[in-house]
Structure formats: structure tokens, C-alpha cells
T-cell receptor, first 113, second 114 residues
Framework: SQKIEQNSEALNIQEGKTATLTCNYT??????LQWYRQDPGRGPVFLLL?????KEKRKERLKVTFDTTLKQSLFHITASQPADSATYLC????????????FGQGTTLQVKP | EPEVTQTPSHQVTQMGQEVILRCVPI?????FYWYRQILGQKVEFLVS????????KSEIFDDQFSVERPDGSNFTLKIRSTKLEDSAMYFC????????????FGPGTRLLVL
């Protein structure tokens, strides 16, 4: 079955540093992959979408890479701020093209001032 | 900026009771979804809906669950006879594009079944 794995351990970094989060997927090849931010008790908020033919995508301080050979996506936040503290979710679609998203467990990022 | 809204924000119900969770998707979106998240666990897909039909449903979405778009703006999730294990946060989402690209999520309804 399709599996999404994110580092379940919390990531603690100092303000101003770059945070790098990892998402690995197995048993299929998604055409794209999305990253979401989730704050406690809130719904996921869409951040970025990267397609299989795009190696890298940027939006302000965010950068996502997509390596279809390694079956991995990396999510970077540069010049991190305490306000970036949240759980970040990796979500590729299911193989059926009906819009179903398969979410990873998420990685919680804590940025310390 | 347009957003997905959900009501109620919290719902407490007795086991065996019916609940209806309501969502108003973004107005020009065509694809609608329900997900749930049990406390401390990952977000799980329940159902996708397009053109007044279910496109896909998960194993969780059994006969006790149903969805409806009763008018041009609302999208509802009904649980006919709630169980304790239905306690979770339920999220509605909508998207403009096929295939689930760029789904916008609502704030969720926290359902507690006693």
C-alpha cells in the first residue's frame, strides 16, 4: 500500500537557521506532492505544491524539492522565525486521481528565539 | 481571501445518535472532501465528491456515513449512528482543480461521542 513517512521526532532549531524536513514515500509514484502547515486544533493550510517534473519550487522563505529517484521530498524554511513553529505535513495524492490526499504523520518544528 | 467554513466548531453527542457536520466550501470550487483526524494521529481521508457523486471513499466511510450537497453552497457529512471511535476532528476541504491539487481546508468540527 502507499506509504508516506515523515520524521516523527520534533525538530528544534534556533531562530534564523534553516529548517529541513523530510518526506519519503513508497510503493507508488505520485504526480505531485503538497506540503501543508497545521497548527494545534486547526485545519491544514496549503503551502506549496511541486510536480514530478519540477526539481525545486520556492515561495518566499520556503523551498521544496522533489526527487522521484529517491522517492523523497525535502521542505526547507530559511531564516526561520518562532512564528514558523507548527506541524508540517507532506501530502501526495492517492493513485486514483480522485483528489484523495495521503497525509504523513507530520513533523513538528519548534523555532526558538 | 475566500475560505472554507465549518459548523459547528464543537459537537458533543451520545453514542448511537445521528450528527450532521456542515461545510461551506469556497464558492467556485468543484471538488469537495472530508477528512478526519483522531487526536494525536494523522489526517485521514474519508471521501471525495464531485458533480453530486462520491468519487472515492475510504474504508472508514462505511454505511453509517453519507455526504450530500443539498444546495449550491453547503456540503454535509452525516454519521447515522455514532460510535465512540468516531470522536475526532473532522475537516472539510475543497479544490478547484481535479486530482486534489491545492485543497483548502476548513477549521474543523471537533466531535466528541460519549
Amino acid at each position: 500500500s502507499q506509504k508516506i513517512e515523515q520524521n516523527s521526532e520534533a525538530l528544534n532549531i534556533q531562530e534564523g537557521k534553516t529548517a529541513t524536513l523530510t518526506c519519503n514515500y513508497t510503493n507508488y509514484s505520485p504526480a505531485y506532492l503538497q506540503w501543508y502547515r497545521q497548527d494545534p486544533g486547526r485545519g491544514p493550510v496549503f503551502l506549496l505544491l511541486i510536480r514530478e517534473n519540477e526539481k525545486e519550487k520556492r515561495k518566499e522563505r520556503l523551498k521544496v524539492t522533489f526527487d522521484t529517484t529517491l522517492k523523497q521530498s525535502l521542505f526547507h524554511i530559511t531564516a526561520s522565525q518562532p512564528a514558523d513553529s507548527a506541524t508540517y505535513l507532506c501530502a501526495p495524492p492517492g493513485s486514483s486521481n480522485t483528489g484523495k490526499l495521503i497525509f504523513g504523520q507530520g513533523t513538528t518544528l519548534q523555532v526558538k528565539p | 481571501e475566500p475560505e472554507v467554513t465549518q459548523t459547528p466548531s464543537h459537537q458533543v453527542t451520545q453514542m448511537g445518535q445521528e450528527v450532521i457536520l456542515r461545510c461551506v466550501p469556497i464558492s467556485n470550487h468543484l471538488y469537495f472532501y472530508w477528512y478526519r483526524q483522531i487526536l494525536g494521529q494523522k489526517v485521514e481521508f474519508l471521501v471525495s465528491f464531485y458533480n453530486n457523486e462520491i468519487s472515492e471513499k475510504s474504508e472508514i466511510f462505511d454505511d453509517q456515513f453519507s455526504v450530500e450537497r443539498p444546495d449550491g453552497s453547503n456540503f454535509t457529512l452525516k454519521i447515522r449512528s455514532t460510535k465512540l471511535e468516531d470522536s475526532a476532528m473532522y475537516f472539510c476541504a475543497s479544490s478547484l482543480r481535479q486530482g486534489g491539487e491545492t485543497q483548502y481546508f476548513g477549521p474543523g468540527t471537533r466531535l466528541l461521542v460519549l
